[in-house]
């Protein structure tokens, strides 16, 4: 699988658009001024305490007072408060542990009045970020994350990745990992590890525990709220995440965010250095590498398919609902196995959009109705196989008796919603019409269909002048010469002013509408 990482940097905002073989599959927004992202780490003040939700409300400096349930304090919390106020009043001077004596761990049912008092301070790692009217939620158990471990101050697991598949490589990880744990530091091997050297691992864990020392540093004498570590900027986080043998371009527009990315994989990976080019073209980045279309494509309420098969995904309070439909287009002498088909698509479409969209949550799914138990079987292996990709935490459930299939999916940023309507051209923006970048795709996949069900038929596009123009644009190098190129067919192509702008309609020979069916 070929990645590539297409990054638009404006001085607002830096966009960051992920393609896996060319399809969009996640899209990343940060403004240039936002301060708090998943992963920082911050010295808080309790403000509120809530017995009946079990959680407290954290002054970290958000507008909004962030939210730390009794879940998310983790059983070494004693031993964070311990540490923290020790730092913060120097009688710890040291971010190594193992001198350090810890305090008895809490239990999981406990409340949260019994372990925290109002304006305790507390050393907090935001868990998810502020989404609608809600502030960041908080947790406990500090992590520090690096490419290839991750450490957790006041833990002893060591725990591997298990997408590394061979028993062997865990096993010899882990024995490479508890060779170089500093003691009462919990590690968390991920995947990029697989097949690293002990020094690889060593430079790392010495660079993570530099971190963790500069964070007892800060904290003598700090005052709540401050900041103490800042995730990685979304460009690099993104980079240390995923990062693999299979990138093979990433495209910065901004010379100084280029050189900041150069750098940084210099440090990381010295043999992907190669992979970075600087976009110098006058025009969009995101039009130059087809993002703009495939969001424009991708966001709307309906998601169209390339057989012509869609989604249509709804969002209510509770939940997400997505609607499979198989268009007009399906037409197979095995019922069964067309509508099986049409699933397996929407299946990987749907993982598609759940990555892109970054929706969370429950998300529910209607698929075309199966009968076949073998069918079923295999949509629902489709769909985990096509989520494996996904970071995120989820759980699918087997297609229930009415036909449904269930998942939830874990929430950490707010959901992306893209616009993709734009002002109508007749009625000068009271009305909308969905995007016009798309129109081109709608008629060519019409055209497909009339040419496989009539091959002989002569046909006639009627569209609005606009269109019309546009499909007839430069003759040689026009849509519509592409047409005759692909089908040795010439489609004859008619203006008509009384046309909508996105409405048009193919005829026969005996000026016969050809309807397609949905």
Not at 186 to 208: F, N
Not at 236 to 243: E, G, H, P, V
Request: proline share 3%.
């Amino acid at each position: 699988m070929n990645k590539e990482l297409i990054i638009n940097s404006s001085p607002t905002e830096v966009e960051i658009a992920l393609l896996e073989d060319g399809k969009l599959v996640e899209l990343h927004n940060q403004k240039t001024n936002e301060n708090f992202a998943v992963g920082d780490i911050f010295l808080g003040r309790i403000k509120r305490l809530m017995p009946a939700l079990n959680a407290a409300f954290v002054d970290i400096g958000h507008k909004k007072d962030a939210f730390l349930h009794y879940t998310d304090l983790g059983p070494k919390l004693p031993s964070l408060q311990k540490y923290t106020n020790g730092s913060i009043k120097g009688s710890i001077n040291t971010h190594r542990l193992e001198n350090f004596a810890f305090a008895p761990e809490i239990i999981k049912t406990g409340k949260i009045d019994k372990v925290l008092g109002k304006k305790d301070d507390i050393l907090v790692q935001i868990l998810k970020e502020p989404i609608s009217t809600k502030g960041p939620r908080l947790s406990c158990e500090i992590t520090i994350p690096g490419r290839y471990l991750v450490i957790s101050p006041f833990a002893e697991v060591i725990a591997v990745s298990k997408k590394i598949g061979s028993a062997e490589e865990r096993k010899r990880l882990h024995l490479l990992v508890e060779s170089i744990r500093p003691k009462n530091f919990g590690v968390i091997v991920r995947t990029a590890a697989e097949g690293k050297k002990v020094i690889d691992l060593h430079e790392e864990m010495s660079m993570l525990m530099e971190k963790w020392e500069d964070i007892q540093k800060q904290l003598k004498g700090a005052t709540p709220p401050v900041k103490l570590l800042s995730e990685l900027d979304k460009t690099t986080s993104i980079l240390r995440d995923l990062l693999t043998d299979s990138f093979n371009r990433i495209v910065v527009n901004d010379k100084q965010l280029y050189n900041n990315v150069k750098t940084f994989l210099g440090g990381i990976a010295p043999d992907k250095v190669k992979i970075v080019q600087q976009h110098r073209n006058s025009k969009p980045i995101f039009d130059v590498y087809g993002v703009t279309k495939q969001i424009k494509s991708s966001f709307g309420k309906t998601a169209t398919m390339s057989s012509g098969a869609y989604i249509v995904i709804e969002h209510t309070e509770a939940m997400h609902v997505v609607d499979v439909n198989s268009g007009h287009k399906m037409r197979n002498a095995n019922q069964g196995e067309a509508v099986l088909k049409v699933n397996m698509e929407a299946a990987e479409e749907i993982a598609r959009q759940l990555r892109l969209r970054d929706i969370g949550g429950i998300i529910i799914i209607d698929f075309i109705d199966m009968r076949n138990a073998d069918h079923r079987k295999d949509l629902l292996q489709a769909m985990r196989k096509h989520m494996k990709k996904d970071r995120a935490q989820h759980t699918i459930l087997a297609l229930s008796k009415f036909g449904l299939m269930q998942i939830t999916r874990q929430r950490v940023r707010p959901e992306v919603n893209i616009s993709t309507s734009e002002a109508c051209p007749t009625c000068k923006g009271t009305g909308k019409v969905n995007a016009t970048i798309l129109l081109e795709d709608e008629v060519e996949r019409d055209l497909n269909f009339i040419m496989q069900s009539r091959p002989k038929a002569k046909l006639t596009l009627v569209a609005h002048p606009f269109v019309v123009a546009y499909l007839k644009k430069g003759f040689f190098k026009s849509i519509q010469f592409k047409w005759w190129r692909e089908h040795q067919r010439w489609i004859k192509i008619v203006e008509d002013k009384d046309y909508g702008f996105n409405t048009y309609k193919f005829f026969d020979v005996n000026d016969d509408e050809i309807r397609l069916q949905q």
